[in-house]
């Protein structure tokens, strides 16, 4: 459950601008949702088995070449039906939540 | 004063106290056995490298060279095999059927660390390939030269069949490359202690024929 969580926020954040792991690292860590660094890497190579993601190379001024990520058109319709189905699952948590508490009241 | 070690993370240089080195190495050792069963290892563990570049890289400043505090900061950042370990395990407690389908053949693929004992060719100890010292290694026959025996008796008796056998076992048989294949040869437990101990005795081993051979290098001239 937190694994998928995790993958639509990478998805997420790869949606918004092509990046690289670094930057994925910083969002993840300033939002909480990743305690060490190892556990990002296994999950990057996983979306882009499934055809979610894509890299190229891209020269930087400072070191080698780094490596950037970007979404390919399956991975956007991937986000899509992950954020849908997220949508749903936070309105029926919060409307199943909302009641218990008039009930306890 | 220390000695230096000079390494290549992910295509930058970098020079690294010995301690940090031997730190460092056990610790790239370690992530080997633990993502050796994903798909993508290769990549995944080229990936921390460089990462792990970058790092030292913002940790050095003006530093020239990476110490073992460094190398440690950087560890605890990365996350050890155990930090990994424990979240992925608590992620497939907690995942559900549909998210095993939507990550494919991700999850039938266990990543417990092997302790059985394999077969291998020990050919640090070889006399022609490995194979009777890797055998001996196997069935914990303390002395590699009662299979040797037993292979020349068996070669003599059996007109050359035996001789056969060897050659088939030789083919089939991997070398052990890695200080984690020697513990497996001899059925040793694979952890952060053991593989420590090993790679040093491999470092004392390289000493050593280094000694000797700058004692040859001596007597010659």
């Known amino acids: 459950m937190k694994k998928g969580i995790l993958e639509m926020c990478i998805l997420a954040i790869i949606s918004k601008e092509e990046v690289y792991a670094s930057d994925i690292i910083d969002r993840l860590k300033s939002g909480n949702l990743i305690v060490v660094e190892g556990t990002l890497y296994p999950m990057l190579s996983r979306l882009k088995k499934a055809g979610h993601l894509d890299h190229y190379w891209q020269e930087s001024q400072a070191g080698p070449p780094r490596k950037y990520y970007r979404l390919t058109p399956e991975g956007e319709e991937f ?14 948590v919060s409307s199943l939540t909302s009641k218990n508490k008039s009930n306890n009241e | 004063m220390n000695k230096v070690v000079n390494v290549n993370l992910g295509g930058v240089p970098f020079i690294i106290d010995e301690n940090a080195f031997e730190h460092l190495s056990k610790y790239m050792e370690l992530l080997k056995i633990h993502f050796k069963h994903m798909e993508g ?6 990936d921390i490298e460089s ?10 400043g003006s530093r020239q060279i990476v110490e073992i505090t460094d190398v440690k900061k950087a560890i605890g950042v990365m996350g050890t095999p155990e930090d990994l370990g424990a979240e992925e395990e608590w992620e497939e407690i907690t995942d559900n059927s549909k998210e095993r389908q939507q990550s494919g053949d991700y999850n039938h693929q266990k990543r417990k660390y092997q302790t059985g004992k394999r077969l291998f060719r020990d050919k640090e100890n070889s006399i022609i390939s490995g194979t009777c010292s ?16 037993g292979f020349v008796l068996a070669g003599l008796a059996s007109a050359g069949s035996a001789i056969l056998a060897y050659l088939i076992i030789w083919a089939i048989t991997p070398a052990a490359k890695s200080a984690k294949d020697r513990l497996m040869m001899r059925g040793e437990k694979i952890d952060v202690d053991a593989i420590s101990r090993k790679v040093k005795e491999e470092f004392d081993n390289v000493e050593k024929q280094f000694n000797e ?3 040859s290098f001596k007597k010659k001239r």
């Open chain 1, 79 to 92: 986000l899509q039906n992950l954020s849908t189905s997220w949508e749903e699952m936070v309105k029926s």
């Open chain 2, 51 to 60: 990462r792990l570049g970058e790092l030292f890289t913002e940790y050095l």
């Open chain 2, 41 to 46: 290892s290769e990549e995944i563990l080229s």
């Open chain 2, 213 to 215: 051979f700058s004692d």
């Open chain 2, 134 to 149: 890797g055998l001996a290694a196997y069935f914990g026959v303390a002395d590699p030269v009662w299979v040797r025996i």
